[in-house]
């Protein structure tokens, strides 16, 4: 196996990336307290909603923010990986077959998410990253409304 190889070479959840910058960028990527959520809970915050939990394992799919007295989940989506049929971010131009897969994969398992909250008597917002650039305040009003 080459250096290059092996420097890329993690779990094996996903191809090898041709470039190191590819790499670099997919390390960047987080799974909780990302930029979209920090946003959504800061102004929250500012209009008074407090008391959620932030990836509640108790509710299926650990929502990213969750309201357990209300039965509220929230799931916020980043447009990439969750494919937005809003802003309908690019597709990779590499490993092709892997991304069709992966992305569908993703997107069973936010129905499956869903569908277990909402089975058990929850509410389930999802939230786009996009919407939290464009939408905050109606997202905010949203939410709000939830609790009157």
């Excluded at 910058?21 to 979209?36: C, D, E, L, Q």
């Excluded at 494919?83 to 994969?105: A, G, H, L, S």
């Excluded at 398992?109 to 869903?114: E, I, N, V, Y």
Aim: net charge positive; aromatic share 10%.
């Amino acid at each position: 196996m080459s250096k290059k190889h092996e420097i890329y070479l993690r779990d094996g959840r996903a191809p090898i990336p041709n470039k190191e910058s590819t790499s670099i960028v997919m390390r960047a990527n987080k799974a909780k307290n990302t930029k979209p959520e920090l946003i959504l809970r800061k102004a929250l915050w500012s209009v008074g909603i407090k008391g959620y939990r932030i990836n509640w394992k108790k509710a299926p799919g650990r929502p990213d923010i969750a309201f357990p007295s209300k039965k509220l989940a929230i799931f916020i989506n980043g447009c990439f990986w969750h494919r937005c049929e809003k802003c309908y971010p690019n597709f990779p131009k590499t490993n092709v077959d892997f991304w069709t897969q992966k992305f569908i994969k993703n997107k069973e398992r936010d129905a499956r998410k869903s569908q277990q909250l909402i089975s058990m008597g929850w509410t389930v917002l999802v939230v786009w990253e996009c919407e939290i650039k464009s939408e905050l305040l109606t997202i905010v009003e949203k939410v709000k409304n939830k609790f009157q």
